[in-house]
Every structure is written in C-alpha cells, then in structure tokens.
T-cell receptor, first 109, second 114 residues
C-alpha cells in the first residue's frame, strides 16, 4: 500500500493561497491521488483527483510532479470556512482506501 | 435528498450490549464501505461491499458484522460492545471503475460505549 505523509497542521490568513503537500514515495503505476476535506461532525468530502501534472476545478488545483512521489493541493484565496482537515489519499483500487491523519488547516482572520 | 444517510447519528450504550448502525445510499452506486474514525482522526477502512458481496474485510474483530440486504444498504452490527469501540463510524459509497473513484460519505454515527 502506498503510504502518505502530510503535515499535521497549517495556519493561514484569509485571502492567502494555501499549499498542502503530501508525500507518497511508494505510489504505484495504477494509483490515483485524491484529496478530501472534512469539517467537524461531517463526513469527508471529495475535493479533487489527479494522476499526473496539473488538475484544476472550481475549488482547488492539484500539482503532481513527473515522478509522482508527492502532490500539492493548492487552495486559492482561502476564507474562514476553509478551516478543516484535508486528507491526501493514494488509491489504485478499492482495497487501498485508508486515510492518514490529515492536515488540520486553520484559516485566521 | 441526502445521498448517503446513516442512522442513528448518536449512540450511547453500555459495555456488553449489541447495537446496529444503518446506512443507505440513493446514488445508484455499486460499492459501499464502513470506516472507523478514532480520536486522532485516522479514518480506517473496515469493510467494503460490491453488489452485496464482501470484497474488503480488514483486521476487524468478528464482533463486527456487516450486512448488505441490497446494493443500496450496508448495515453494521456490533456485538458485545467494548470501550475501545467508541468512535465515529462513517458509511460511504462509490461507483467502481478502473479505480475506486470518488467516495461519498455519510454524516457519521458517533458511538460512545460507557
């Protein structure tokens, strides 16, 4: 199983861009990289998924270098409501769906 | 309409009791999961069912028994509850393709064993 490593916590201020990096040195050829967001007392919510290079949607961008051993979730202009835990998940099949401890992002006013 | 719904949301019970948590999804997905989230926020997969068939059964005590009457439902029954079973249990679903794809989670069921 590809293990992921993320910072335990990060602080930012409103309006700033936040980049959260995840290491996954043992990523396999078939693995995709997925990020989830979790608010207190809620289930995780899908943010973005990618395989290589760059993926962008309406809420975030995901940067994946050529070796795919890491990935960076980029949140543009964060607001207080972006305070949450962010999980990086590497998955190649339904059998690899265990999350790590995530990164607690705190956005300050 | 809630995509993945779990009941009950909160459950407080005594050690040794038996309890069940129900999960239903209306997304038409063919795969459903149970996850356990501990106090350190680790989300650990417990079980996965694909079209009512068990495909993942991680190292979970056999006091935990999932039951899938149809592909839209996956219930979790726990026998002889122990203090260490206290956690938040999440149900999730996905449409299986070449990879697991996007997981849709329920709101969670917080189990407290006294």
């Amino acid at each position: 199983l590809a293990k992921t490593t993320q910072p335990i916590s990060m602080d930012s201020y409103e309006g700033q861009e936040v980049n959260i990096t995840c290491s996954h040195n043992n990523i396999a050829t078939n693995d995709y990289i997925t990020w989830y967001q979790q608010f207190p007392s809620q289930g995780p919510r899908f943010i973005i998924q990618g395989y290589k290079t760059k993926v962008t949607n309406e809420v975030a961008s995901l940067f994946i270098p050529a070796d795919r051993k890491s990935s960076t979730l980029s949140l543009p202009r964060v607001s207080l409501s972006d305070t949450a835990v962010y999980y990086c998940l590497v998955e190649g099949s339904a059998r690899q769906l265990t999350f790590g401890s995530g990164t607690q992002l705190t956005v300050l006013p | 309409d809630t995509a993945v719904s779990q009941t009950p949301k909160y459950l407080v019970t005594q050690m040794g009791n038996d309890k069940s948590i129900k999960c239903e999804q209306n997304l038409g997905h063919d795969t459903m999961y149970w996850y356990k989230q501990d106090s350190k926020k680790f989300l650990k997969i417990m079980f996965s069912y694909n079209n009512k068939e068990l495909i993942i059964n991680e190292t979970v005590p056999n006091r935990f028994s999932p039951k899938s009457p149809d592909k839209a439902h996956l219930n979790l029954h726990i026998n002889s509850l122990e203090l260490g079973d206290s956690a938040v249990y999440f149900c999730a679903s996905s449409q299986t393709g070449t990879h697991a794809g996007e997981l849709f989670f329920g709101e969670g069921s917080r189990l407290t064993v006294l």
